[in-house]
């Protein structure tokens, strides 16, 4: 979850916008306007995320017989 957050949206993510926002907006200082909208989407998509697995984990889909554990 944290690695999401800081890879995609917070830090990484927002950074490498930033040469792209100056190729297109000619400044780099709209880079930080990305910064937020990366950030909660991020968030929200990492909740997600841990509320579906959450629920896969205690479905009989996740389950391996005892024969098979190791």
């Known amino acids: 979850m944290l690695g999401e ?6 830090i990484i993510g927002a950074l490498l916008s930033v040469p792209y926002a100056k190729l297109l907006m000619g400044t780099s200082v709209g880079a930080l306007a990305f910064l937020p909208g990366f ?3 991020s968030v929200a998509g990492a909740i997600i995320g841990l509320l579906i697995l959450s629920r896969v984990k205690n479905t009989s889909i996740m389950r391996q017989p005892a024969s098979q554990r190791s």
């Open 39 to 41: 950030l909660i989407s």
């Open 5 to 10: 957050i800081i890879g995609t949206g917070g």
